[in-house]
């Protein structure tokens, strides 16, 4: 099946640092989703982005699918950021998301 | 526009007991799908619906798990009987329809059941 790799693991911010999160994939996808996992268990959609770039807010996401990577951009992080980042794809063809094992992110104030 | 909806929030149990859970997705999704999250892990797919259809259950332990959605709305999910290694979040999620590369791909997740099995 399709591997889904999130770098790095685990990151530590201050309050109002920029970071990026990285998503790699082992083959072609129609869907890759970002998700944030608060600590409550709840995963939300941050980005719907098969390809190209979006902007919400202070998050962007950036999805370069003939090189099978994508990039979540986190500015200015706030202590309300802090939980687990997801980023999951579906392969052409294939019918469900396969998930990486996701970036935790801790940020203090 | 309400969310999926899923039920219980939490559930502890003794291993060989049974369990179900329900979910109710968004309203017009036609796609409904389980998924188990193992603390630490990202979640993993058990089963997928199309109305009420399954189109892939291939990961789902099928000697103990069973899904049903009959009339292509709700759904329930039962553990029959549990082991101490179904400890985890059971995950329901829904999208419009999944279909090539269409945008109705995006897939909407609900807060997830919490199964402790002791």
């Known amino acids: 099946g399709i591997q889904v790799e999130q770098s790095p693991p685990d990151l530590i911010l201050q309050e109002g640092a920029n970071s990026t999160l990285r998503c790699n994939f082992s083959?072609?996808?129609?869907?890759l989703q970002w998700f944030h996992q608060n600590p409550w268990g709840q995963l939300i959609n941050l980005f719907y982005?098969?390809?190209g770039t979006k902007q919400n807010g202070r998050l962007s996401a950036t999805t370069v699918a003939t090189e099978r990577y994508s990039l979540l951009y986190i500015s200015s992080s706030q202590t309300t950021d802090s939980g687990v980042y997801f980023c999951?794809?579906?392969?052409?063809?294939?019918?469900?998301?396969?998930f990486g094992s996701g970036t935790r992110l801790q940020v203090q104030p | 526009e309400a969310g999926v909806a899923q039920s219980p929030r939490y559930k502890i149990i003794e291993k060989r007991q049974s369990v179900a859970f329900w979910c109710n997705p968004i309203?017009?999704?036609?796609?409904l799908y389980w998924y188990q999250q193992i603390l630490g892990q990202g979640p993993k797919l058990l089963i997928q619906?199309?109305?009420?259809?399954?189109?892939?259950d291939s990961q789902l332990p099928k000697d103990r798990f069973s899904a049903e959605r009959l009339k292509g709305v709700d759904s329930t999910l039962k553990i029959q009987p549990a082991k101490l290694e179904d400890s985890a979040v059971y995950l329901c999620?829904?999208?419009?329809?999944?279909?090539?590369?269409?945008?109705?791909?995006?897939?909407?997740f609900g807060p997830g059941t919490r199964l402790t099995v002791l």
């Open positions: 619906f199309q109305n009420n259809g399954v189109v892939d």
């Open positions: 982005i098969p390809s």
């Open positions: 999620a829904s999208s419009f329809w999944t279909s090539g590369t269409l945008s109705y791909n995006e897939q909407f």
């Open positions: 083959d072609s996808v129609n869907n």
């Open positions: 999951a794809v579906k392969r052409t063809g294939r019918r469900a998301l396969t």
């Open positions: 309203s017009g999704h036609a796609t």
